[in-house]
């Protein structure tokens, strides 16, 4: 990495000379650009810019697994020294000019130019054969330690990959190696690590490439975290950077995946390198607008039709009896863990779990435990005892591990709107349910309107190999992908399926049919029997914070 950077330096130097030297001999007049403004925009034209303005995003999750995107407008004017830094507009093109915005508000201080889209790194010298020395050969890989039946491997990325001259951190990946020949599975998560290839390892027989998510667990880099560099066109660089070092170890297809946030993190991946992958299957992967996406609301008063009216009412009273009872659910909670919000923090706590509740009992399987409801007319330990594991996940260390996540929907991501009608008379906070109240002390969030109107577009008009998995009663399906026009894409929904929809949980035609369509984007066979097939399901997730992968 070092040398690369040398290279750059040396390259900005030859070309800032260029740059000078020709506004001399042409007398250009720079009268009105006293600033140094300049657009790179691929055509060789690039005007420096001396103010080294930083917009960025955020990306998190919600499990304990976590995951997060975001974009903030927290304008960094940071130059790394004298020298004026080249200003480069991104419109999202994969083709290889220096437009990537490091903030998705398409104004990038870049130094070097965006990799073209399917450009791997060139092979490094390397004797070893096995899996292990080869990995050891990867220029950015810092570590490698064989553990959980593959290989954890900490790998080196730039904190601002546009400027990586400001430093840099490692990112922890997982290997699990089966051949050299076989296809690959690169696992996006939107949060931290696991080793788990997810469905798709069940399914064929391939090598999986698991990736934590930037500025999450130990994916960090030492110091505060820099959240300005917590967006999706960073995260994108890194999987890019990721698959480029690694493909000449694999060089069969790749296929990306991810659920929840880390199929979000799939998707903002392929919108900006389009061509690295042959495919992407991404589940229960919403896209939402705004601070407060309208279509959730919707949703959750009518999920289930007639059918599940009585259980929807039953909901709505609990949520309103638990508020009701705030100081009795307050005396049976630790408060010492719920200090995060500040004055009347545990109070604030009990009201934005239910403000929640009713989009997480439906996420996490509601359909199926209806008949468990406690009466709304119960006393203050029953209700507790039903509210108590959405009032936990308000505590400290929660939102703490979650605070890239929140970070990332202030400022890209976007939140679902909640429905609290019912609630409007025994609610005292309302206005602290954003993400602005979610922010530590000096960290602000600005939300970037265009960044998911933007991936939308990209769906529709340039997506290609796409697979959507959603399931019929989790509400963040009312934040499905419209992917009419994507090509060679395909969407299918798990009947009464929840957050936890996967292939196994679709019916068997369209079972097949979505294996088929991995199976080809692979070029390889499956590795389980019709029988493994008819049998493979998934089970419901617990209830847990929004989104769980």
Same mark, same amino acid.
């Given at each position: 990495?070092?040398?690369?950077?040398?290279?750059?330096?040396?390259?900005?130097?030859?070309?800032?000379?260029?740059?000078?030297?020709?506004?001399?001999?042409?007398?250009?007049?720079?009268?009105?650009?006293?600033?140094? $403004?300049?657009?790179?925009?691929?055509?060789?034209?690039?005007?420096?810019?001396?103010?080294?303005?930083?917009?960025?995003?955020?990306?998190?999750?919600?499990?304990?697994?976590?995951?997060?995107? /975001?974009?903030?407008?927290?304008?960094?004017?940071?130059?790394?020294?004298?020298?004026?830094?080249?200003?480069?507009?991104?419109?999202?093109?994969?083709?290889?000019?220096?437009?990537? $915005?490091?903030?998705?508000?398409?104004?990038?201080?870049?130094?070097?130019?965006?990799?073209?889209?399917?450009?791997? $790194?060139?092979?490094?010298?390397?004797?070893?054969?096995?899996?292990?020395?080869?990995?050891?050969?990867?220029?950015?890989?810092?570590?490698?330690?064989?553990?959980?039946?593959?290989?954890?491997?900490?790998?080196?990325?730039?904190? $601002?990959?546009?400027?990586?001259?400001?430093?840099?951190?490692?990112?922890?990946?997982?290997?699990?190696?089966?051949?050299?020949?076989?296809?690959?599975?690169?696992?996006?998560?939107?949060?931290?690590?696991? %080793?788990?290839?997810?469905?798709?390892?069940?399914?064929?027989?391939?090598?999986?490439?698991?990736?934590?998510?930037?500025?999450?667990?130990?994916?960090?880099?030492? /110091?505060?975290?820099?959240?300005?560099?917590?967006?999706?066109?960073?995260?994108?660089?890194?999987?890019?950077?990721?698959?480029?070092?690694?493909?000449?170890?694999?060089?069969?297809?790749?296929?990306? %995946?991810?659920?929840?946030?880390?199929?979000?993190?799939?998707?903002?991946?392929?919108?900006?390198?389009?061509?690295?992958?042959?495919?992407?299957?991404?589940?229960?992967?919403?896209?939402?607008?705004?601070?407060?996406?309208? *279509?959730?609301?919707?949703?959750?008063?009518?999920? @289930?039709?007639?059918?599940?009216?009585?259980?929807?009412?039953?909901?709505?009273?609990?949520?309103?009896?638990?508020?009701?009872?705030?100081?009795?659910?307050?005396?049976?909670?630790?408060?010492?863990?719920?200090?995060?919000? @500040?004055?009347?923090?545990?109070?604030?706590?009990?009201?934005?779990?239910?403000?929640?509740?009713?989009?997480?009992?439906?996420? /996490?399987?509601?359909?199926? *435990?209806?008949?468990?409801?406690?009466?709304?007319?119960?006393?203050?330990?029953?209700?507790?005892?039903?509210?108590?594991?959405?009032?936990?996940?308000?505590?400290?260390?929660?939102?703490?591990?979650?605070?890239?996540?929140?970070?990332?929907?202030?400022?890209?991501?976007?939140?679902?709107?909640?429905?609290?009608?019912?609630?409007?008379?025994?609610?005292?906070? *309302?206005?602290?349910?954003?993400?602005?109240?979610?922010?530590?002390?000096?960290?602000?969030?600005?939300?970037?309107?265009?960044?998911?109107?933007?991936?939308?577009?990209?769906?529709?008009?340039?997506?290609?190999?796409?697979?959507?998995?959603?399931?019929?009663?989790?509400?963040?399906?009312?934040?499905?992908?419209?992917?009419?026009?994507?090509?060679?894409?395909?969407?299918?929904?798990?009947?009464?399926?929840?957050?936890?929809?996967?292939? /196994?949980?679709?019916?068997?035609?369209?079972?097949?049919?979505?294996?088929?369509?991995?199976?080809?984007?692979?070029?390889?066979?499956?590795?389980?029997?019709?029988?493994?097939?008819?049998?493979?399901?998934?089970?419901?997730?617990?209830? @847990?914070? *929004?989104?769980?992968?």
């Amino acid at each position: 990495m070092e040398n690369r950077l040398i290279c750059w330096w040396v390259l900005v130097g030859v070309l800032l000379m260029a740059a000078a030297c020709s506004d001399d001999s042409e007398g250009s007049d720079d009268d009105d650009h006293s600033a140094g $403004d300049a657009d790179t925009d691929g055509d060789g034209d690039a005007d420096t810019d001396s103010d080294s303005d930083s917009d960025t995003d955020a990306d998190a999750d919600s499990d304990t697994d976590g995951d997060t995107d /975001g974009d903030s407008d927290s304008d960094a004017d940071s130059d790394s020294d004298a020298d004026a830094d080249t200003d480069a507009d991104t419109d999202g093109d994969t083709d290889g000019d220096a437009d990537t $915005d490091s903030d998705g508000d398409g104004d990038t201080d870049s130094s070097i130019p965006d990799p073209e889209c399917g450009e791997e $790194d060139p092979e490094p010298p390397c004797d070893d054969t096995d899996i292990q020395g080869m990995l050891e050969c990867v220029p950015q890989v810092t570590s490698v330690s064989p553990g959980d039946g593959g290989y954890h491997v900490r790998f080196e990325q730039a904190i $601002d990959q546009y400027r990586p001259w400001l430093g840099s951190f490692n990112q922890r990946l997982f290997v699990r190696h089966r051949s050299f020949d076989s296809p690959t599975v690169f696992v996006t998560k939107g949060y931290s690590l696991s %080793t788990s290839g997810g469905e798709l390892a069940q399914l064929f027989s391939v090598n999986v490439v698991v990736a934590e998510h930037r500025f999450f667990r130990e994916s960090v880099p030492s /110091g505060d975290i820099p959240w300005e560099y917590l967006t999706i066109q960073q995260a994108a660089r890194d999987l890019h950077d990721i698959w480029a070092a690694l493909k000449w170890i694999y060089p069969k297809a790749w296929v990306t %995946t991810g659920a929840s946030k880390g199929g979000e993190t799939a998707i903002f991946y392929r919108r900006y390198y389009d061509c690295d992958v042959e495919g992407t299957v991404a589940y229960v992967a919403p896209i939402v607008y705004g601070w407060a996406d309208p *279509r959730f609301v919707e949703f959750v008063q009518t999920v @289930g039709g007639s059918e599940f009216a009585d259980c929807r009412q039953r909901l709505r009273d609990l949520q309103q009896a638990t508020l009701e009872m705030r100081d009795e659910m307050v005396a049976r909670m630790n408060t010492s863990n719920f200090t995060w919000f @500040g004055e009347n923090s545990p109070e604030k706590s009990v009201e934005h779990s239910m403000l929640e509740a009713s989009h997480l009992f439906w996420q /996490g399987g509601g359909a199926s *435990r209806c008949d468990s409801l406690p009466s709304p007319d119960g006393t203050a330990d029953q209700i507790y005892n039903w509210a108590k594991s959405y009032i936990n996940d308000w505590d400290d260390g929660t939102i703490g591990f979650f605070l890239p996540y929140y970070y990332a929907v202030g400022v890209q991501l976007g939140l679902p709107g909640v429905d609290d009608e019912h609630l409007l008379d025994v609610m005292d906070f *309302r206005e602290t349910y954003t993400p602005p109240h979610y922010m530590p002390d000096g960290v602000t969030v600005t939300l970037d309107e265009e960044a998911m109107p933007d991936i939308q577009e990209w769906v529709k008009a340039e997506g290609e190999a796409l697979l959507f998995i959603y399931g019929e009663f989790d509400p963040w399906t009312a934040g499905e992908y419209d992917h009419v026009g994507a090509a060679d894409s395909y969407k299918y929904v798990a009947v009464r399926g929840s957050h936890s929809a996967r292939i /196994g949980s679709l019916e068997p035609a369209d079972k097949e049919a979505a294996i088929s369509t991995v199976e080809r984007w692979l070029n390889t066979e499956r590795a389980i029997s019709a029988k493994q097939l008819s049998e493979l399901v998934i089970e419901e997730p617990r209830e @847990g914070r *929004r989104p769980r992968d």
